[in-house]
């Protein structure tokens, strides 16, 4: 167990360096991240009761080139969300050359390709666009590699999946059918269960924005874990081949 416990602490810490500094602070209407944010960008998604998937695609659109150290907006106001530099899961608009990332609309019906038909939430739709340049990052390696590739297909397939369906409300099992997806981590249920109970005194913004904060911290350190964890098997998986052709 000690070793395990070694390897997930740096995965820990940078999880939770990525937003230790947001300011819990704002109105039920809005919410932001700018007195801390290192970056340019501002992203935006709504406020309200959160999810899996738009906690997870803040968490993921901050590791990229383009919006690393992004300011995170949580609002539904249309007005403010046009002047944002990326919009995810709100706003009812699908186009990445705007980088909009809604699914909720009418006729969307976008999925990850490669084998795969699951409609995508807004997580699977920041990774599909930038999954492959996270993922590189990780490896250290070029986005082409084969490695890059292999790992992209499997973790999507082995966390993301899970997490855009149970956005779309797309069960599991069918009778007599084999599982539709791949669910180990039920990241979605737990990520529900931070959201304030109704019945709580303290329905403040405050105590909702720190909510949220924290499930992009739960979503984004799984999320590192898993990709860490693929590249092990892989590293592991690639050592067997060649030992077992020498």
Not at 28 to 33: E, L
Not at 142 to 155: F, M, P, R, T
Not at 186 to 192: K, N, P, T, V
């Amino acid at each position: 167990m000690l070793p395990i416990r070694r390897w997930w602490r740096p995965i820990a810490s940078r999880s939770f360096a990525y937003f230790s500094r947001s300011p819990i602070a704002g109105t039920v209407a809005y919410y932001s991240t700018a007195s801390h944010g290192t970056g340019t960008k501002r992203v935006g998604t709504h406020n309200g009761c959160f999810h899996c998937d738009e906690a997870l695609a803040c968490f993921m659109i901050r590791l990229t080139a383009k919006f690393s150290g992004a300011e995170i907006v949580r609002t539904r106001d249309i007005q403010l969300l046009d002047t944002l530099d990326a919009v995810l899961d709100v706003g009812g608009e699908y186009d990445p050359s705007r980088d909009r990332y809604d699914h909720h609309q009418k006729g969307f019906n976008e999925v990850f390709g490669r084998g795969f038909v699951t409609k995508l939430s807004s997580a699977g739709l920041i990774y599909k666009h930038y999954g492959e340049e996270i993922i590189a990052k990780e490896l250290q390696l070029d986005k082409g590699h084969k490695n890059v590739q292999c790992l992209y297909l499997a973790v999507y397939k082995n966390f993301i999946e899970a997490i855009d369906a149970t956005d779309n409300g797309i069960n599991q099992y069918d009778i007599d059918q084999p599982p539709k997806y791949v669910n180990n981590t039920y990241l979605s249920s737990r990520i529900g269960r931070l959201n304030p109970e109704w019945i709580d005194l303290d329905q403040s913004s405050e105590k909702e924005n720190a909510a949220f904060h924290q499930a992009m911290m739960l979503a984004g350190g799984e999320f590192l874990a898993v990709v860490s964890l693929s590249r092990l098997v892989q590293t592991v998986v690639t050592l067997i081949k060649i030992i077992w052709f020498c």
